[in-house]
């Protein structure tokens, strides 16, 4: 079957294969939020629905050498202390990943999804990949309560968050921004939805080489009338620029009371352990 084409992406190609970056820091900094804002979430609804548009496979392995090593390889061993967004992170992440002095595998969205918000909890996720897709189904066990489908999620996002019959509802947006155009037409999207269901928190998560595109970003909410929150952490001064990521971010609209504030407290522990340049890193939070 051919891989379908997205209004909002209609010359994209079938999404690129995250295994090279599993584990980095923008893992890290995305799922330390992506957590933290479930975690919450779930403490104040008893059922909860999690969408994925790029859920990927679900589980990556991890070789000796990569972009691991910045990332989750820097915290493996950390104490982050007792109930912090980092150690509720860490906790989680040492239970579904395979190692013991260092990780030899890292776990996707939808795992940690599944982890923290138990099994009643459905999960709705698609994946271009076909080879990706069948990893995603064998580790999750595509079922009543998760489905796994090989379809456009940005595409699809609006009207799946208003078939969503659950007290809550958490969408993640992941996309691989292999073309600029998915700079404009993915948070259009993100827009689109957060307009149409106004009951669900959603997660744009992006990469950081320079301030130019979020902040062209953020403006397009502000144009729409679409309030958030963006969380950057920057690990690699934007001065020195390289082929790995110089920091991530991620866009949260309307994130339950409290996430803010733990993921502030996180990034004042992954930023300095993740630094590339000495102790060098950056944290900035913008709300409108």
Same mark, same amino acid.
């Not at 820091?25 to 059922?47: F, P, Y």
């Not at 992170?89 to 999804?113: C, E, F, M, Q």
């Not at 580790?139 to 999620?153: E, K, N, V």
């Not at 990521?245 to 992954?270: C, E, F, H, Y």
């Given at each position: ?6 209004r909002y992406r209609p ?5 690129? *294969? @995250? ?31 999690? =969408? ?6 679900? #589980? !990556?392995?991890?070789? $000796? ?8 390889g820097r915290l493996w061993?950390?104490? &982050? ?5 980092? &150690?509720?992170?860490?906790? @989680? ?5 395979? *190692? ?18 138990? $099994? ?10 076909p080879r990706a897709l ?6 999750? #066990? ?15 996002? =609006?009207?799946?968050?208003? &078939?969503? @019959? ?34 669900? #928190?959603?997660? =744009?998560? !992006? ?8 902040? &062209? ?72």
């Amino acid at each position: 079957m051919a891989t379908p084409r997205s209004r909002y992406r209609p010359d994209a190609p079938p999404d690129y *294969g @995250h295994r090279f970056h599993a584990g980095n820091v923008g893992d890290v900094w995305k799922h330390c939020v992506l957590v933290t804002l479930l975690r919450r979430a779930a403490e104040r609804a008893g059922h909860v629905a999690y =969408l994925d548009t790029h859920a990927g496979e679900g #589980s !990556y392995p991890l070789l $000796p050498t990569g972009e691991w090593t910045e990332g989750i390889g820097r915290l493996w061993e950390v104490d &982050a202390g007792a109930d912090s967004a980092v &150690a509720f992170y860490l906790a @989680h992440v040492r239970r579904l990943a395979v *190692g013991t002095r260092r990780p030899d595998t890292y776990p996707g969205s939808p795992a940690l999804a599944r982890a923290v918000l138990g $099994p009643g909890a459905s999960l709705d996720l698609w994946e271009h990949d076909p080879r990706a897709l069948e990893r995603l189904r064998a580790g999750l #066990s595509d079922g009543a309560s998760t489905r796994c489908r090989a379809d456009d999620g940005v595409t699809a996002l =609006l009207a799946a968050l208003r &078939a969503a @019959h659950a007290d809550a509802a958490v969408a993640l947006v992941d996309p691989p921004y292999s073309q600029k155009s998915d700079w404009s037409t993915v948070p259009a999207a993100v827009i689109e939805a957060a307009a149409g269901a106004p009951r669900a #928190s959603l997660l =744009l998560w !992006y990469p950081v080489k320079s301030l130019t595109r979020p902040n &062209a970003m953020i403006a397009a909410f502000q144009k729409a009338g679409v309030g958030g929150t963006i969380v950057e952490l920057v690990t690699t001064p934007l001065e020195h620029q390289r082929h790995r990521l110089n920091g991530s971010g991620m866009l949260l609209v309307r994130p339950p009371a409290g996430t803010l504030d733990a993921v502030a407290a996180a990034a004042a522990v992954i930023g300095p352990r993740c630094a590339t340049r000495g102790d060098a890193w950056s944290f900035r939070m913008v709300s409108w």
